[in-house]
């Protein structure tokens, strides 16, 4: 069970979009739409902003979107904020029978 | 609106076992849609997912971890607990607990434990 990869970091400027990528394998990101996006401010817990690879939970701004295409989930940032500069991580069911969860190593975000 | 806290040592030493529990509050922890989970998060690293519980017993646990690893749920107290054992400096961290679907949500604030003698 390998951590699902993500870029080190990624930058924008105030108004443009981002986007971050997040490889798996057939075992987890290919195989299953349970696919979620994490974000964490320095010192706080994950907050839940993107779940079942595309849907957003109540309260988190439309600017956020995800996406999937075969091993590889993506979530896209548009109009970037200051307030959105923080770490991401994301996160994908990985077994049925064995019921695992698999982080990605995490992104750095650095709005310029 | 369901709300998590972690609360335990904030120091174990090397070799000992490893105690925290959750606090579920503004909501059951019996509930039968979700699971209960523990992730930690190393300091200046990513997250790792520890293992996951349901309110009768069932347990996973990542396998990285598993023969170290008992979670364990008490619904008299709404409360789920993490024993890991034979702890070293790697598994210094913070230990965060959330609510689980296929996603966690919410978090509680995590709490911190060092290993060190």
């Known amino acids: 069970q390998s951590a699902l990869t993500q870029p080190r970091s990624v930058s924008g400027s105030p108004g443009q979009s981002v986007t971050i990528s997040c490889t798996g394998t057939s075992s987890d990101v290919g195989g299953y739409n349970y696919v979620s996006w994490y974000q964490q401010h320095p010192g706080k817990a994950p907050k839940l902003m993107i779940y079942d690879v595309s849907k957003r939970p109540s309260g988190v701004p439309d600017r956020f979107s995800g996406s999937k295409s075969g091993n590889t989930a993506s979530l896209t940032i548009s109009g970037l904020q200051a307030e959105d500069e923080a770490d991401y991580y994301c996160?994908?069911?990985?077994?049925?029978?064995?019921?695992?969860?698999?982080f990605g190593g995490g992104t750095k975000l650095t709005v310029l | 609106q369901l709300q998590l806290q972690e609360s335990g040592p904030g120091l174990v030493k090397p070799s000992e076992t490893l105690s925290l529990t959750c606090t579920v509050s503004?909501?059951?922890?019996?509930?039968?849609?979700?699971?209960w989970g523990w992730i930690r998060q190393p300091p200046g690293k990513g997250l790792e997912w520890i293992g996951s519980?349901?309110?009768?017993?069932?347990?996973y646990y990542n396998p990285s971890l598993k023969s170290r690893v008992t979670i364990s749920v008490d619904t008299s107290k709404n409360q789920f607990s993490l024993k890991l054992s034979s702890v070293t400096a790697a598994d210094t961290a913070v230990y965060y607990c959330?609510?689980?679907?296929?996603?966690?949500?919410?978090w509680g604030q995590g709490t911190l434990v060092t290993v060190s003698s």
């Open positions: 519980i349901y309110y009768s017993g069932s347990t």
């Open positions: 503004g909501g059951s922890i019996s509930s039968s849609s979700y699971y």
């Open positions: 996160c994908s069911y990985a077994g049925s029978y064995t019921f695992y969860v698999v």
């Open positions: 959330a609510r689980r679907l296929k996603w966690f949500d919410p």
